[in-house]
Protein backbone atom coordinates (compact mmCIF):
# COMPACT_ATOMS: atom_id res chain seq x y z
CA UNK A 1 0.00 0.00 0.00
CA UNK A 2 1.47 3.90 -0.93
CA UNK A 3 2.42 5.36 2.36
CA UNK A 4 0.80 8.44 1.38
CA UNK A 5 -2.31 6.81 1.06
CA UNK A 6 -2.17 5.64 4.60
CA UNK A 7 -1.52 9.51 6.01
CA UNK A 8 -4.95 10.18 5.17
CA UNK A 9 -6.27 13.65 3.38
CA UNK A 10 -7.06 14.74 6.70
CA UNK A 11 -3.29 15.20 7.64
CA UNK A 12 -2.43 16.17 4.71
CA UNK A 13 -3.32 19.99 5.03
CA UNK A 14 -1.59 19.49 8.45
CA UNK A 15 1.56 18.18 6.75
CA UNK A 16 1.82 20.97 4.26
CA UNK A 17 1.55 23.90 7.12
CA UNK A 18 4.88 22.55 9.13
CA UNK A 19 7.34 24.68 8.82
CA UNK A 20 10.08 21.75 8.38
CA UNK A 21 10.03 19.86 5.28
CA UNK A 22 8.50 16.29 4.68
CA UNK A 23 8.53 13.78 2.50
CA UNK A 24 7.52 10.29 2.51
CA UNK A 25 9.70 7.92 1.00
CA UNK A 26 8.41 4.72 -0.60
CA UNK A 27 10.41 1.20 -0.21
CA UNK A 28 12.05 2.05 -3.57
CA UNK A 29 13.21 5.08 -2.28
CA UNK A 30 10.84 7.33 -4.76
CA UNK A 31 9.10 10.36 -3.20
CA UNK A 32 5.19 9.98 -2.55
CA UNK A 33 4.66 12.82 -0.76
CA UNK A 34 6.47 16.35 -0.41
CA UNK A 35 4.69 19.06 1.91
CA UNK A 36 5.14 22.74 0.46
CA UNK A 37 8.18 23.90 2.57
CA UNK A 38 9.72 20.61 1.44
CA UNK A 39 9.38 21.02 -2.29
CA UNK A 40 10.36 25.10 -1.15
CA UNK A 41 13.79 24.14 -0.32
CA UNK A 42 14.67 21.39 -2.56
CA UNK A 43 13.53 23.68 -5.23
CA UNK A 44 10.87 21.14 -6.27
CA UNK A 45 7.95 21.55 -9.08
CA UNK A 46 4.72 20.17 -7.77
CA UNK A 47 4.45 17.06 -9.79
CA UNK A 48 7.58 15.35 -8.56
CA UNK A 49 6.35 13.04 -6.40
CA UNK A 50 7.93 9.39 -7.39
CA UNK A 51 10.80 11.05 -8.34
CA UNK A 52 13.73 8.84 -7.02
CA UNK A 53 15.21 10.48 -4.20
CA UNK A 54 18.56 10.17 -4.81
CA UNK A 55 18.47 12.95 -7.62
CA UNK A 56 17.46 15.29 -4.80
CA UNK A 57 19.66 14.62 -2.68
CA UNK A 58 23.63 13.56 -2.45
CA UNK A 59 23.57 9.96 -1.06
CA UNK A 60 20.64 9.65 1.16
CA UNK A 61 20.50 7.43 4.54
CA UNK A 62 17.16 5.64 3.39
CA UNK A 63 19.24 2.76 2.59
CA UNK A 64 20.75 2.69 6.32
CA UNK A 65 16.94 3.57 7.98
CA UNK A 66 15.10 0.32 5.80
CA UNK A 67 17.88 -2.31 6.89
CA UNK A 68 18.64 -1.11 11.08
CA UNK A 69 14.99 -0.06 11.02
CA UNK A 70 16.17 3.11 13.36
CA UNK A 71 16.03 6.51 12.95
CA UNK A 72 19.29 8.63 11.53
CA UNK A 73 20.21 11.75 11.80
CA UNK A 74 22.30 13.37 9.13
CA UNK A 75 23.76 16.31 7.25
CA UNK A 76 22.63 16.58 3.68
CA UNK A 77 23.08 18.47 0.62
CA UNK A 78 20.19 19.25 -1.97
CA UNK A 79 22.02 18.61 -5.45
CA UNK A 80 20.41 21.18 -7.42
CA UNK A 81 21.39 24.26 -5.14
CA UNK A 82 24.39 22.46 -3.25
CA UNK A 83 22.40 24.02 0.10
CA UNK A 84 22.75 22.05 3.71
CA UNK A 85 19.72 20.43 5.15
CA UNK A 86 19.78 19.09 8.87
CA UNK A 87 17.63 15.75 8.06
CA UNK A 88 16.03 12.99 10.32
CA UNK A 89 15.10 9.93 8.70
CA UNK A 90 12.57 7.20 10.33
CA UNK A 91 11.30 4.44 9.38
CA UNK A 92 7.85 4.07 8.65
CA UNK A 93 6.01 1.02 9.54
CA UNK A 94 2.17 -0.13 8.58
CA UNK A 95 -0.33 -0.76 11.64
CA UNK A 96 1.04 -4.54 10.82
CA UNK A 97 4.64 -3.64 11.48
CA UNK A 98 5.77 -4.07 8.60
CA UNK A 99 8.31 -1.75 7.08
CA UNK A 100 6.27 0.49 4.28
CA UNK A 101 9.06 3.52 3.53
CA UNK A 102 10.63 6.14 5.41
CA UNK A 103 9.49 9.14 6.71
CA UNK A 104 12.46 12.32 5.80
CA UNK A 105 12.24 15.66 8.15
CA UNK A 106 14.46 18.52 7.53
CA UNK A 107 14.58 21.84 7.59
CA UNK A 108 17.96 24.48 6.06
CA UNK A 109 20.50 24.52 8.13
CA UNK A 110 20.31 28.31 7.25
CA UNK A 111 17.34 28.63 8.81
CA UNK A 112 17.96 26.02 11.95
CA UNK A 113 21.63 28.70 12.66
CA UNK A 114 19.08 31.78 12.80
CA UNK A 115 16.63 29.44 15.07
CA UNK A 116 20.15 28.50 17.58
CA UNK A 117 21.32 31.90 17.33
CA UNK A 118 17.90 33.15 19.04
CA UNK A 119 17.60 30.40 21.18
CA UNK A 120 21.23 31.38 22.76
CA UNK A 121 19.92 35.06 23.04
CA UNK A 122 16.78 34.36 24.67
CA UNK A 123 18.52 31.61 27.06
CA UNK A 124 21.22 34.60 27.69
CA UNK A 125 18.25 36.86 28.98
CA UNK A 126 16.76 33.67 30.77
CA UNK A 127 19.62 33.68 33.19
CA UNK A 128 19.29 37.48 33.23
CA UNK A 129 15.73 37.53 34.20
CA UNK A 130 16.57 34.50 37.06
CA UNK A 131 19.40 36.42 38.32
CA UNK A 132 17.55 39.33 38.95
CA UNK A 133 14.80 37.40 40.40
CA UNK A 134 16.97 36.90 43.67
CA UNK A 135 16.36 40.54 44.49
CA UNK A 136 13.11 41.20 43.48
CA UNK A 137 9.99 40.03 45.05
CA UNK A 138 8.23 40.66 41.98
CA UNK A 139 6.15 38.28 40.23
CA UNK A 140 7.07 38.27 36.35
CA UNK A 141 6.72 36.78 33.04
CA UNK A 142 8.28 37.69 29.37
CA UNK A 143 5.95 37.71 27.02
CA UNK A 144 7.34 37.61 23.16
CA UNK A 145 5.96 39.96 20.42
CA UNK A 146 4.22 36.74 18.86
CA UNK A 147 2.32 37.01 22.04
CA UNK A 148 4.12 33.45 23.37
CA UNK A 149 5.00 33.24 26.77
CA UNK A 150 8.22 32.53 26.92
CA UNK A 151 9.09 32.75 30.64
CA UNK A 152 6.24 32.82 33.65
CA UNK A 153 7.47 32.93 37.43
CA UNK A 154 5.96 31.07 39.83
CA UNK A 155 3.34 32.73 41.63
CA UNK A 156 1.81 34.62 37.99
CA UNK A 157 -0.38 32.10 37.42
CA UNK A 158 -2.73 32.93 40.75
CA UNK A 159 -4.14 35.16 38.93
CA UNK A 160 -7.45 34.56 38.26
CA UNK A 161 -9.10 34.37 34.44
CA UNK A 162 -10.40 38.34 34.30
CA UNK A 163 -7.04 39.17 35.36
CA UNK A 164 -5.17 36.86 33.11
CA UNK A 165 -7.27 38.48 30.02
CA UNK A 166 -6.32 41.92 31.30
CA UNK A 167 -2.74 41.24 31.93
CA UNK A 168 -2.96 39.64 28.31
CA UNK A 169 -4.34 42.41 27.18
CA UNK A 170 -1.84 45.26 28.58
CA UNK A 171 1.26 43.00 27.20
CA UNK A 172 -0.25 43.96 23.67
CA UNK A 173 -1.01 46.98 24.48
CA UNK A 174 2.63 47.94 25.67
CA UNK A 175 4.01 45.81 23.04
CA UNK A 176 2.16 48.12 20.21
CA UNK A 177 2.57 51.46 21.78
CA UNK A 178 6.49 50.91 22.54
CA UNK A 179 6.03 52.54 26.19
CA UNK A 180 5.70 51.45 29.69
CA UNK A 181 1.72 50.99 31.36
CA UNK A 182 0.85 50.86 34.71
CA UNK A 183 -2.03 49.72 35.88
CA UNK A 184 -3.77 48.99 38.92
CA UNK A 185 -6.85 46.70 39.19
CA UNK A 186 -9.15 45.08 41.54
CA UNK A 187 -8.06 42.59 44.28
CA UNK A 188 -8.46 38.46 43.99
CA UNK A 189 -9.35 36.44 46.25
CA UNK A 190 -6.40 34.66 46.16
CA UNK A 191 -3.95 37.48 46.93
CA UNK A 192 -5.44 39.06 50.18
CA UNK A 193 -6.38 41.89 50.85
CA UNK A 194 -5.03 45.00 49.04
CA UNK A 195 -4.40 45.95 45.38
CA UNK A 196 -2.27 44.49 42.29
CA UNK A 197 0.10 46.78 40.36
CA UNK A 198 0.85 45.78 36.89
CA UNK A 199 3.86 47.01 34.71
CA UNK A 200 4.43 46.22 31.51
CA UNK A 201 7.42 47.35 30.08
CA UNK A 202 8.50 46.47 26.11
CA UNK A 203 11.41 44.75 25.82
CA UNK A 204 14.19 45.66 23.10
CA UNK A 205 16.17 43.76 21.27
CA UNK A 206 18.54 45.04 18.78
CA UNK A 207 16.11 48.45 18.07
CA UNK A 208 13.17 46.16 17.44
CA UNK A 209 10.25 45.28 19.75
CA UNK A 210 10.90 41.70 21.19
CA UNK A 211 7.87 41.34 23.30
CA UNK A 212 7.08 42.57 26.42
CA UNK A 213 8.09 41.76 30.71
CA UNK A 214 5.21 42.15 32.98
CA UNK A 215 5.65 42.67 36.63
CA UNK A 216 3.30 42.30 39.01
CA UNK A 217 3.61 43.98 42.67
CA UNK A 218 1.24 43.22 45.51
CA UNK A 219 -0.04 45.69 47.39
CA UNK A 220 -1.64 45.61 50.57
CA UNK A 221 -2.83 47.84 53.18
CA UNK A 222 -0.64 50.62 52.71
CA UNK A 223 -2.58 50.83 49.25
CA UNK A 224 -6.28 50.37 50.36
CA UNK A 225 -6.98 53.93 51.03
CA UNK A 226 -5.61 54.94 47.52
CA UNK A 227 -7.83 51.94 46.07
CA UNK A 228 -10.93 52.82 47.59
CA UNK A 229 -10.94 56.85 46.00
CA UNK A 230 -9.25 55.30 42.87
CA UNK A 231 -12.75 52.83 43.41
CA UNK A 232 -15.03 55.54 44.52
CA UNK A 233 -13.75 57.48 41.70
CA UNK A 234 -14.36 55.10 38.93
CA UNK A 235 -17.96 53.95 40.26
CA UNK A 236 -18.45 57.55 40.10
CA UNK A 237 -17.52 57.66 36.67
CA UNK A 238 -18.81 54.45 35.74
CA UNK A 239 -22.85 55.85 37.89
CA UNK A 240 -23.12 58.78 35.13
CA UNK A 241 -21.70 56.69 32.27
CA UNK A 242 -25.41 54.73 31.17
CA UNK A 243 -28.37 57.00 30.36
CA UNK A 244 -31.25 54.70 28.48
CA UNK A 245 -30.14 56.27 24.85
CA UNK A 246 -26.63 54.87 25.19
CA UNK A 247 -28.54 51.30 25.00
CA UNK A 248 -27.98 50.38 21.56
CA UNK A 249 -32.16 48.34 20.60
CA UNK A 250 -32.49 48.56 16.68
CA UNK A 251 -33.55 45.10 17.09
CA UNK A 252 -37.00 44.04 18.15
CA UNK A 253 -36.16 41.83 21.20
CA UNK A 254 -34.01 44.73 22.32
CA UNK A 255 -36.60 47.34 21.32
CA UNK A 256 -39.21 45.53 24.06
CA UNK A 257 -36.33 45.00 26.62
CA UNK A 258 -36.08 49.02 26.17
CA UNK A 259 -39.55 49.86 26.05
CA UNK A 260 -40.29 47.55 29.27
CA UNK A 261 -36.72 48.71 31.46
CA UNK A 262 -38.63 52.38 31.00
CA UNK A 263 -41.84 51.50 32.33
CA UNK A 264 -39.83 49.56 35.01
CA UNK A 265 -37.51 52.40 35.64
CA UNK A 266 -41.32 54.42 37.04
CA UNK A 267 -42.40 51.92 39.49
CA UNK A 268 -40.66 51.22 42.55
CA UNK A 269 -40.79 47.32 42.82
CA UNK A 270 -37.66 44.98 42.31
CA UNK A 271 -36.82 43.71 38.86
CA UNK A 272 -35.54 41.00 37.68
CA UNK A 273 -33.21 41.42 34.64
CA UNK A 274 -32.42 38.11 32.76
CA UNK A 275 -29.66 37.28 30.06
CA UNK A 276 -26.02 35.87 29.61
CA UNK A 277 -23.18 36.81 30.41
CA UNK A 278 -21.90 39.90 28.51
CA UNK A 279 -25.86 40.56 27.27
CA UNK A 280 -25.58 44.25 29.36
CA UNK A 281 -27.84 43.26 32.03
CA UNK A 282 -25.87 45.72 34.62
CA UNK A 283 -25.81 48.36 32.11
CA UNK A 284 -29.38 48.03 31.87
CA UNK A 285 -29.88 48.57 35.24
CA UNK A 286 -27.88 51.16 35.01
CA UNK A 287 -29.96 52.91 32.62
CA UNK A 288 -32.93 51.85 35.08
CA UNK A 289 -31.33 53.88 37.96
CA UNK A 290 -30.51 56.52 36.01
CA UNK A 291 -34.45 57.20 34.64
CA UNK A 292 -35.71 56.32 38.25
CA UNK A 293 -36.24 58.57 41.71
CA UNK A 294 -33.01 56.92 42.70
CA UNK A 295 -31.36 58.70 40.07
CA UNK A 296 -29.34 61.28 42.64
CA UNK A 297 -28.36 58.31 44.72
CA UNK A 298 -25.95 55.74 44.73
CA UNK A 299 -25.94 52.38 42.13
CA UNK A 300 -24.57 49.50 44.59
CA UNK A 301 -23.46 46.67 42.97
CA UNK A 302 -23.51 43.56 45.40
CA UNK A 303 -22.91 40.14 44.48
CA UNK A 304 -25.12 37.22 45.96
CA UNK A 305 -21.72 35.57 47.18
CA UNK A 306 -20.89 38.62 48.98
CA UNK A 307 -24.13 38.55 50.90
CA UNK A 308 -23.59 35.33 51.83
CA UNK A 309 -20.61 36.06 53.66
CA UNK A 310 -22.35 39.51 55.40
CA UNK A 311 -23.25 39.29 58.96
CA UNK A 312 -26.54 40.55 60.16
CA UNK A 313 -25.53 44.09 61.83
CA UNK A 314 -23.30 44.98 58.89
CA UNK A 315 -26.27 43.86 56.06
CA UNK A 316 -24.91 45.71 53.03
CA UNK A 317 -28.25 46.73 52.25
CA UNK A 318 -29.11 49.90 53.94
CA UNK A 319 -28.61 53.01 52.58
CA UNK A 320 -30.77 54.81 50.09
CA UNK A 321 -30.16 54.00 46.49
CA UNK A 322 -30.66 51.07 43.67
CA UNK A 323 -28.67 47.72 44.53
CA UNK A 324 -27.79 45.67 41.28
CA UNK A 325 -27.77 42.63 42.76
CA UNK A 326 -26.11 39.70 40.88
CA UNK A 327 -26.84 36.78 41.46
CA UNK A 328 -24.01 34.63 41.06
CA UNK A 329 -24.45 31.74 44.00
CA UNK A 330 -27.31 30.19 45.92
CA UNK A 331 -28.68 32.04 48.96
CA UNK A 332 -29.32 29.92 52.64
CA UNK A 333 -32.67 30.38 53.91
CA UNK A 334 -30.94 32.93 56.57
CA UNK A 335 -29.71 35.46 54.11
CA UNK A 336 -32.51 35.14 52.00
CA UNK A 337 -35.04 36.18 55.18
CA UNK A 338 -33.05 39.25 55.65
CA UNK A 339 -33.41 40.53 52.23
CA UNK A 340 -36.66 39.77 52.31
CA UNK A 341 -36.70 42.24 54.86
CA UNK A 342 -34.92 44.76 54.19
CA UNK A 343 -36.98 44.53 50.87
CA UNK A 344 -40.65 45.06 52.85
CA UNK A 345 -39.37 47.12 55.33
CA UNK A 346 -37.03 49.69 53.42
CA UNK A 347 -38.98 51.64 51.04
CA UNK A 348 -36.13 53.88 50.22
CA UNK A 349 -33.80 51.40 48.51
CA UNK A 350 -34.41 49.89 45.07
CA UNK A 351 -34.00 46.35 43.84
CA UNK A 352 -32.27 45.10 40.38
CA UNK A 353 -31.92 41.66 40.45
CA UNK A 354 -29.43 40.28 37.67
CA UNK A 355 -29.35 36.14 36.46
CA UNK A 356 -27.56 34.04 34.04
CA UNK A 357 -29.44 31.25 35.40
CA UNK A 358 -32.90 30.26 35.40
CA UNK A 359 -34.46 30.75 38.47
CA UNK A 360 -36.17 27.60 40.37
CA UNK A 361 -38.90 27.94 42.81
CA UNK A 362 -37.13 24.90 45.11
CA UNK A 363 -34.28 27.51 45.81
CA UNK A 364 -36.37 29.71 46.97
CA UNK A 365 -38.86 31.42 49.86
CA UNK A 366 -42.09 31.35 48.68
CA UNK A 367 -42.26 35.23 49.14
CA UNK A 368 -38.90 35.43 47.50
CA UNK A 369 -39.90 33.54 44.73
CA UNK A 370 -42.51 35.45 43.88
CA UNK A 371 -40.90 39.07 43.98
CA UNK A 372 -38.14 37.14 41.61
CA UNK A 373 -40.87 35.99 39.21
CA UNK A 374 -43.19 39.29 38.88
CA UNK A 375 -41.08 41.80 36.72
CA UNK A 376 -38.95 40.50 34.60
CA UNK A 377 -36.94 41.60 31.75
CA UNK A 378 -35.10 39.73 29.14
CA UNK A 379 -32.38 40.33 26.87
CA UNK A 380 -31.30 38.84 24.12
CA UNK A 381 -28.08 37.33 23.23
CA UNK A 382 -26.00 38.66 20.56
CA UNK A 383 -26.83 36.31 18.10
CA UNK A 384 -30.33 37.12 18.29
CA UNK A 385 -29.68 40.59 17.57
CA UNK A 386 -28.53 40.93 14.16
CA UNK A 387 -29.90 44.38 13.68
CA UNK A 388 -27.51 45.68 16.47
CA UNK A 389 -24.33 44.41 14.99
CA UNK A 390 -23.54 47.31 12.86
CA UNK A 391 -24.61 50.19 15.57
CA UNK A 392 -23.02 48.26 18.00
CA UNK A 393 -19.60 48.03 16.23
CA UNK A 394 -20.10 51.94 15.24
CA UNK A 395 -20.41 52.62 18.84
CA UNK A 396 -17.79 50.41 20.35
CA UNK A 397 -15.25 51.73 17.74
CA UNK A 398 -16.14 55.32 18.54
CA UNK A 399 -15.17 54.03 22.16
CA UNK A 400 -11.87 52.06 20.92
CA UNK A 401 -10.92 55.61 19.05
CA UNK A 402 -11.50 57.49 22.15
CA UNK A 403 -9.33 55.34 24.14
CA UNK A 404 -6.82 54.51 21.63
CA UNK A 405 -6.85 57.24 18.93
CA UNK A 406 -6.35 55.19 16.40
CA UNK A 407 -9.45 56.09 14.07
CA UNK A 408 -10.79 53.06 13.01
CA UNK A 409 -13.99 54.04 12.11
CA UNK A 410 -15.90 50.91 10.25
CA UNK A 411 -15.62 47.08 9.63
CA UNK A 412 -16.19 46.41 5.74
CA UNK A 413 -18.98 43.83 4.62
CA UNK A 414 -17.28 40.71 4.73
CA UNK A 415 -16.47 40.89 8.31
CA UNK A 416 -19.78 42.03 8.99
CA UNK A 417 -20.81 39.12 7.53
CA UNK A 418 -18.47 37.02 9.26
CA UNK A 419 -18.57 38.42 12.69
CA UNK A 420 -23.02 37.82 12.04
CA UNK A 421 -22.07 33.95 11.32
CA UNK A 422 -20.17 33.46 14.24
CA UNK A 423 -21.13 32.28 17.90
CA UNK A 424 -21.33 35.09 20.92
CA UNK A 425 -20.95 33.02 24.30
CA UNK A 426 -19.43 36.20 25.79
CA UNK A 427 -21.93 38.18 23.92
CA UNK A 428 -21.64 42.41 23.40
CA UNK A 429 -18.96 41.88 25.88
CA UNK A 430 -16.62 39.62 24.06
CA UNK A 431 -17.92 41.76 20.86
CA UNK A 432 -16.27 44.92 22.53
CA UNK A 433 -12.71 42.56 23.23
CA UNK A 434 -12.92 41.09 19.86
CA UNK A 435 -12.97 44.48 18.36
CA UNK A 436 -10.49 45.84 21.03
CA UNK A 437 -8.03 43.08 20.29
CA UNK A 438 -8.02 43.96 16.62
CA UNK A 439 -8.29 47.95 17.07
CA UNK A 440 -4.96 47.45 19.01
CA UNK A 441 -2.86 45.67 16.50
CA UNK A 442 -3.67 47.94 13.17
CA UNK A 443 -1.63 50.21 12.18
CA UNK A 444 -2.00 54.11 12.47
CA UNK A 445 -4.05 55.22 9.48
CA UNK A 446 -6.31 52.33 9.11
CA UNK A 447 -10.01 53.10 8.78
CA UNK A 448 -11.64 50.52 7.47
CA UNK A 449 -11.20 47.03 9.22
CA UNK A 450 -11.03 44.21 7.02
CA UNK A 451 -10.68 40.33 6.64
CA UNK A 452 -7.26 40.67 6.79
CA UNK A 453 -6.71 42.24 10.07
CA UNK A 454 -9.64 40.10 11.68
CA UNK A 455 -8.14 36.53 10.41
CA UNK A 456 -4.41 37.03 11.17
CA UNK A 457 -4.77 40.05 13.86
CA UNK A 458 -1.95 42.00 12.42
CA UNK A 459 -2.15 44.49 10.18
CA UNK A 460 -2.03 44.18 6.30
CA UNK A 461 -2.93 48.04 5.33
CA UNK A 462 -0.39 50.23 3.88
CA UNK A 463 0.40 53.07 6.29
CA UNK A 464 -1.24 56.23 5.02
CA UNK A 465 -0.63 58.44 7.61
CA UNK A 466 2.36 60.97 8.08
CA UNK A 467 2.74 60.02 11.94
CA UNK A 468 6.42 58.89 12.34
CA UNK A 469 5.48 56.39 14.90
CA UNK A 470 8.40 53.31 13.67
CA UNK A 471 11.72 53.37 12.87
CA UNK A 472 12.62 53.59 9.30
CA UNK A 473 13.33 49.49 9.24
CA UNK A 474 10.17 48.85 11.08
CA UNK A 475 8.44 51.12 8.31
CA UNK A 476 10.14 49.37 5.76
CA UNK A 477 8.96 46.07 7.29
CA UNK A 478 5.84 47.32 7.33
CA UNK A 479 5.57 48.26 3.59
CA UNK A 480 7.11 44.86 2.51
CA UNK A 481 4.95 42.81 4.49
CA UNK A 482 1.72 45.00 3.29
CA UNK A 483 2.98 44.77 -0.31
CA UNK A 484 3.81 40.99 -0.35
CA UNK A 485 0.15 40.56 1.26
CA UNK A 486 -1.46 42.43 -1.67
CA UNK A 487 0.40 40.37 -4.28
CA UNK A 488 -0.30 37.20 -2.51
CA UNK A 489 -4.32 38.39 -2.26
CA UNK A 490 -3.97 39.15 -6.08
CA UNK A 491 -2.68 35.72 -7.18
CA UNK A 492 -5.38 33.95 -4.86
CA UNK A 493 -2.32 33.11 -2.25
CA UNK A 494 -0.81 31.13 -5.49
CA UNK A 495 3.20 30.96 -4.05
CA UNK A 496 4.78 30.35 -7.35
CA UNK A 497 2.90 32.98 -9.55
CA UNK A 498 3.33 35.85 -6.84
CA UNK A 499 6.91 35.04 -6.45
CA UNK A 500 7.80 35.33 -10.10
CA UNK A 501 5.66 38.67 -10.26
CA UNK A 502 7.63 40.01 -7.26
CA UNK A 503 10.84 38.70 -8.99
CA UNK A 504 11.62 36.98 -6.04
CA UNK A 505 12.18 33.24 -5.39
CA UNK A 506 9.99 31.01 -4.17
CA UNK A 507 12.20 30.21 -1.87
CA UNK A 508 12.67 33.66 -0.85
CA UNK A 509 8.88 34.48 -0.65
CA UNK A 510 8.19 31.55 2.28
CA UNK A 511 11.04 32.97 3.85
CA UNK A 512 9.26 36.48 4.14
CA UNK A 513 6.15 35.35 5.07
CA UNK A 514 7.25 33.60 8.09
CA UNK A 515 9.16 36.24 8.98
CA UNK A 516 5.95 38.50 8.76
CA UNK A 517 3.86 35.20 9.97
CA UNK A 518 1.58 34.96 6.68
CA UNK A 519 -0.66 31.44 6.75
CA UNK A 520 0.97 29.49 4.07
CA UNK A 521 -2.27 28.45 1.89
CA UNK A 522 -2.73 24.94 1.26
CA UNK A 523 -2.52 26.11 -2.54
CA UNK A 524 1.01 26.20 -3.27
N1 LIG B 1 -27.47 47.34 23.78
C1 LIG B 1 -26.25 47.74 24.09
N2 LIG B 1 -25.82 48.95 23.71
C2 LIG B 1 -24.59 49.39 24.02
N3 LIG B 1 -23.70 48.67 24.71
C3 LIG B 1 -24.06 47.47 25.13
C4 LIG B 1 -25.36 46.92 24.85
N4 LIG B 1 -25.44 45.70 25.41
C5 LIG B 1 -24.27 45.49 26.02
N5 LIG B 1 -23.42 46.54 25.86
C6 LIG B 1 -22.04 46.65 26.36
O1 LIG B 1 -21.60 45.33 26.63
C7 LIG B 1 -20.74 45.32 27.77
C8 LIG B 1 -21.20 44.29 28.74
O2 LIG B 1 -22.35 44.76 29.40
P1 LIG B 1 -22.65 44.42 30.93
O3 LIG B 1 -21.41 44.42 31.77
O4 LIG B 1 -23.77 45.30 31.34
O5 LIG B 1 -23.13 42.90 30.75
P2 LIG B 1 -23.69 41.91 31.84
O6 LIG B 1 -24.80 41.18 31.17
O7 LIG B 1 -24.00 42.65 33.09
O8 LIG B 1 -22.45 40.96 32.02
P3 LIG B 1 -22.13 39.92 33.23
O9 LIG B 1 -23.23 38.89 33.24
O10 LIG B 1 -20.80 39.35 32.84
O11 LIG B 1 -22.05 40.74 34.48
C9 LIG B 1 -20.73 46.71 28.35
O12 LIG B 1 -19.53 47.34 28.00
C10 LIG B 1 -21.92 47.37 27.68
O13 LIG B 1 -21.67 48.73 27.48
Not at 22 to 29: P, S, T, V
Not at 42 to 71: F, G, M, W
Not at 148 to 165: G, I
Not at 501 to 524: F, H, I
Amino acid sequence: MKIASIISMKHDHMLQQLPVGIMLINKEDCIEFANAMAREICELDDDNELRPLSEVIDHPATINVKQLHQHVDSIDTIKSNQQKILSVYRPFFSEQGTLTGVILMFESLQIFDKQVLEFTDKKMLESIIKESMKHHHSDFRVVMADNTEWFVSQNWNQLNEKQTQRVDLLATKAIHARREILERVQISANWGAGSLEIISKPLWNHGKIAGCMQFINKNREQDTEEELKMAQHLIRKLESSYRMSDIIAASPAMKIAKEQAKLYANMDTPIMIKGEVGTGKQMMARAIHDLSEWRDYPFYYVRFSELQNALSSQFPINQKGTYYIYMDSKLPQDIQEQLLEKMTKLPHIRIIFGTVKAIHSTDWMDDLYDILQRYVLVLPNLKERSEDFQPLISSILNMLDQKYQKKVAAIDDQVLARLLNQDWPGNVMQLEQTLENIVLRVSFGTEVLTMAHLEEGVDSSVETGTTVDKSLQEAIDQFEKDYIFSALKQNQFNKSKTARELGVSVRNLYYKMEKYNMERGANS
